[in-house]
């Protein structure tokens, strides 16, 4: 079972920014918040990870609490193709058998 | 190039017909995946297969069946579809389990 919790779907107006929260309250403290998006009839694609702090790519930004049990995909100015399922997973690094799980992930809608 | 590339794209065969779908990566990583995708959207993994070590989602079928010739490939098999079987598969790979996964484009299986 996924060991994340999400909205099932958000909207957002174009160039604004979207936030896209998520819960993971039982996180071990080796395991990194990852975020992956998907686009209709696209395989999934990774947007940006982190484990503690806050991080910055040239695709978003993702913001951990302190007390690591939630996070927020920060999209800062949204798209029309930033139309799409993200979904927010935890995961170890391991060269053994963890397996990544996904949940159903939060469907955004980027309107005019 | 793509580095994760599945085959066929679309696949339309009949029920109790056998087929497989194959996978490959040119990323150098030690980890892949099969994942399948339902007409619901939810994202499930069905194998992941590291260094030579199979794990098995204990919920899929045993007429489902990976095979992996070497690292860069992951090839799944699946015996006396089924009308339910219908969904999109998605092979995935990573640099030992739990890191960033790069998934493929997807293959669409319709069983009639």
């Known amino acids: 079972d996924a060991k994340t919790t999400q909205p099932p779907s958000m909207d957002c107006a174009e160039g604004r920014a979207a936030n896209l929260p998520c819960n993971h309250s039982t996180i071990s403290g080796n395991e990194y918040v990852y975020w992956y998006r998907q686009i209709h009839s696209q395989g999934p694609q990774y947007i940006i990870h982190?484990?503690?702090n806050n991080e910055t790519n040239e695709m978003a930004s993702l913001i951990i609490t302190e007390d690591r049990k939630s996070s927020t995909l920060i999209l800062p100015h949204a798209t029309l193709r930033d139309t799409a399922v993200y979904y927010c997973i935890v995961s170890f690094p391991s060269g053994g058998s963890y397996i990544p799980t996904f949940g159903r992930g939060t469907s955004l809608i980027v309107h005019p | 190039d793509t580095a994760v590339s599945q085959t066929p794209k679309y696949l339309v065969t009949q029920m109790g017909n056998d087929k497989s779908i194959k996978c490959e990566q040119n990323?150098?990583?030690?980890?892949m995946y099969w994942y399948k995708q339902d007409s619901k959207k939810f994202l499930k993994i069905m194998f992941s297969?590291?260094?030579?070590?199979?794990?098995i989602n204990e919920t899929v079928p045993n007429r489902f069946s990976p095979k992996s010739p070497d690292k860069a490939h992951l090839n799944l098999h699946i015996n006396s579809l089924e009308l339910g079987d219908s969904a999109v598969y998605f092979c995935a790979s990573s640099q030992s389990s739990g890191n960033t996964i790069y998934f493929g484009e997807g293959s669409w299986l319709t069983v009639v």
């Open positions: 982190g484990l503690k």
């Open positions: 990323l150098g990583h030690d980890t």
């Open positions: 297969y590291n260094n030579k070590e199979l794990i």
